[in-house]
């Protein structure tokens, strides 16, 4: 287990995923650009967030498997719990 919790600012975080984007700047389609870097800004802030809580709610918790004793289809399961953001 990480000794040192995970913590993502979002706002930092949304701002340079849309910076990596090369929005084309037109007049004439000035409100759809708009709303698709809004869009592109949200999704990254929501997911930001979303991956904090579940870091969060995991940092912590004390895991009593050993994972080296699980089988395949228990460790797979495993995985997927964890990331779920």
């Known amino acids: 287990m990480a000794t040192e919790?995970?913590?993502?600012?979002?706002?930092?975080f949304a701002l340079r995923f849309i910076e990596s984007f090369n929005f084309d700047f037109n007049a004439k389609e000035l409100e759809s650009m708009a709303k698709k870097e809004l869009a592109a800004y949200?999704?990254?802030?929501?997911?930001?967030e979303k991956f904090?809580?579940?870091?969060?709610?995991?940092?912590d918790k004390n895991d009593t498997n050993n994972l080296s004793d699980?089988?395949?289809d228990e460790l797979?399961?495993?995985v997927k719990d964890l990331n779920q953001y």
């Open 5 to 12: 919790q995970m913590h993502i600012d979002p706002e930092k």
């Open 42 to 48: 949200l999704s990254a802030y929501f997911l930001v």
């Open 76 to 78: 797979l399961e495993h």
């Open 70 to 72: 699980l089988g395949f």
């Open 52 to 59: 904090n809580r579940i870091e969060s709610e995991n940092f």
